[in-house]
């Protein structure tokens, strides 16, 4: 089992910058695959960065070259640095962990609650 926990999110106004954590308990952490995804009103959750154990990453288009997704395994922690934010970032923001970066992408095996990012313009 592996509960995930996310914090950090807020309002902030476009051009600023947020950090979103997720810590993780129950597991070996070292061992999952872990991801990031949102879902803003009215739209489906997407895939928004994904982290393999060995720490290869991979990014949504909507977000590469703003977004940077790192694992602290020691530390049991993913996080999600936001920079150069738009009001179109603005969503629920939910950790995912699985056991392999296939899982991760396609059907998690564990979710966090989801921390709120609000995006003004």
């Known amino acids: 089992q592996v509960q995930l926990v996310e914090s950090g999110g807020g309002l902030v106004q476009a051009g600023g910058s947020l950090r979103l954590s997720c810590a993780a308990s129950?597991?070996?952490?070292?061992?999952?695959?872990m991801g990031w995804y949102r879902q803003a009103p009215g739209k489906q959750r997407e895939l928004v960065a994904t982290?393999?154990?060995?720490?290869?990453?991979v990014y949504a288009d909507s977000v590469k070259g703003r977004f940077t997704i790192s694992r602290d395994n020691g530390k049991n922690t993913v996080t999600l640095q936001m920079n150069s934010l738009k009001p179109e970032d603005t969503a629920v923001y939910y950790c995912?962990?699985?056991?392999?970066?296939?899982?991760?992408?396609?059907?998690?095996?564990?979710w966090g609650q989801g921390t709120q990012v609000t995006v003004s313009s």
């Open positions: 129950g597991s070996i952490f070292s061992d999952n695959a």
């Open positions: 982290s393999t154990s060995g720490g290869s990453t």
């Open positions: 995912a962990a699985g056991g392999t970066i296939v899982a991760v992408t396609t059907t998690p095996d564990y």
